[in-house]
């Protein structure tokens, strides 16, 4: 059964910084294209970032290039998302998702889902 947890997930203010974790379990991590997703209230949920399976390749909206970062780490089945310098407007439910095995970064398939964390950004 394939798992993905999220953590790291709460409040933090404008301007501060915060890192999202992501660990799986049930696949096969280290050939998965990982990303992360937001969904805000009221919107559609959207892109953030993804990273290719040996961590080669990253790709990220522009919305939060420059100020998220994407990694992971094959040994501990674990992926992140450091956020620096958030603004009110990335408060959302982030997600983390598995892509199907050996996905290009920018045009990835996803067929696993986390459950999600909240990250709220005050201002």
């Known amino acids: 059964q394939v798992q993905l947890v999220e953590s790291g997930g709460g409040l933090v203010q404008a301007g501060g910084s915060l890192r999202l974790s992501c660990t799986a379990s049930?696949?096969?991590?280290?050939?998965?294209?990982m990303g992360w997703f937001r969904r805000a209230p009221g919107k559609e949920r959207e892109f953030v970032a993804a990273?290719?399976?040996?961590?080669?390749?990253?790709y990220y909206a522009d919305s939060v290039k420059g100020r998220f970062t994407i990694s992971r780490d094959n040994a501990k089945n674990t992926v992140y998302l450091q956020m620096n310098s958030p603004k009110p407007e990335d408060t959302a439910v982030y997600y983390c998702a598995a892509a199907k095995e050996y996905s290009s970064a920018r045009a990835a398939v996803y067929d696993y889902w986390g459950q999600g964390t909240q990250v709220t950004v005050s201002s």
């Open positions: 049930g696949l096969t991590f280290r050939s998965r294209t």
């Open positions: 990273i290719t399976w040996g961590g080669g390749s990253t």
